[in-house]
Nanobody
Framework: QVHLAESGGGLVQVGDSLRLSCVAS????????MAWFRQVRGKEREFVAA????????YYADALKGRFTMSKDNARKTVYLQMTSLKPENTAVYYC???????????????????WGHGTQVTVSS
C-alpha cells in the first residue's frame, strides 16, 4: 500500500515561484517513478514531470521544461516540483502519482500510474 500526500499549493501572482511537495509512505519496490500531473476543471489530465528510481532519470512536458524542475529527497521520501515564472495558464490542481516498474515509453501516461494523491490547488492570478 502506497500513500501520497501533496502540499505547497496556493494563490500566487504572475511571475511568482512556488514549490510543491509530495511525501510518500509505504511501498517496497526499488524500481518505480514519481510524477506530477495537473488537471484543469473540464480538461484532460496532463503530464508535468517525473523522476525514475533507481537511476534518477527525469522527464518533463516540453512546454514546461526550463521553468518547472523536479527534485527528490530520498531520506524524507519526498519529491518536489519547483515552479518559476508562473502564468495564469499554470492554474490547475496538481497531483502526485507513483508508477511501479515503469518503462520509458509509458512514463508520461497518467493512466498507467497506480497510486495518486488527492491534489493541491495552484492558482496564478493575473
Amino acid at each position: 500500500q502506497v500513500h501520497l500526500a501533496e502540499s505547497g499549493g496556493g494563490l500566487v501572482q504572475v511571475g511568482d515561484s512556488l514549490r510543491l511537495s509530495c511525501v510518500a509512505s509505504g511501498g517496497t519496490s526499488n524500481s518505480y517513478a514519481m510524477a506530477w500531473f495537473r488537471q484543469v476543471r473540464g480538461k484532460e489530465r496532463e503530464f508535468v514531470a517525473a523522476i525514475r528510481w533507481p537511476n534518477g532519470a527525469q522527464y518533463y512536458a516540453d512546454a514546461l521544461k526550463g521553468r518547472f524542475t523536479m527534485s527528490k529527497d530520498n531520506a524524507r521520501k519526498t519529491v518536489y516540483l519547483q515552479m518559476t515564472s508562473l502564468k495564469p495558464e499554470n492554474t490547475a490542481v496538481y497531483y502526485c502519482a507513483r508508477l511501479s516498474s515503469p518503462i520509458t515509453s509509458t512514463i508520461r501516461a497518467g493512466g498507467r500510474y497506480q497510486y495518486w494523491g488527492h491534489g493541491t490547488q495552484v492558482t496564478v492570478s493575473s
